[in-house]
């Protein structure tokens, strides 16, 4: 169980977040995009911190569970929360994956492989436009205006 609020955004407060996002954003969070391999600008970050829904401000990864899978995609080995992120069967392009979306709004993350490291063996592999990234010590963001967990610190 979480303690955020995972209620999905109502559709005036959807359609305001979905008003800021830029083209590419859009294609890989609403469309199921994908950027392009080695130009994401989490990468090859190594702040700490917590990485969240580029829509709806959700933690979804920790950087303390991001590693260098060179894949050319950011790669973490757990959730936040594993309520934060939902898998669906994927069987897009002619292959079978695990899609990841935001649980509380349902935008397209990336996709986890059986293939990581120790102690998951998972590899979250996602989108750098996906995400937005929140300093260690800083409020989380708040973007739906809910309060509670929402406005802890990072």
Known sequence: MSRFDLAPPAPDERDARVAGLSPDERRVLLQHG???PFCGVFLDSKR???YCCRLCGLPL???GSKFDSGTGWPSFTAPYEEAHVRRIHDTSHGM??????CTRCGSHLGHVFP???PPTFERHCLNSVSLSFVDAGQPLPDP?????AESGPA
Do not use: C, N
């Open 48 to 50: 700490e911190g917590i």
């Open 115 to 117: 293939d990581g490291p």
């Open 61 to 63: 990864f920790r950087s």
């Open 96 to 101: 079978v994956r695990t899609e990841i979306v």
């Open 144 to 148: 739906l205006q809910r309060g509670g």
């Open 34 to 36: 994908t950027e392009a």
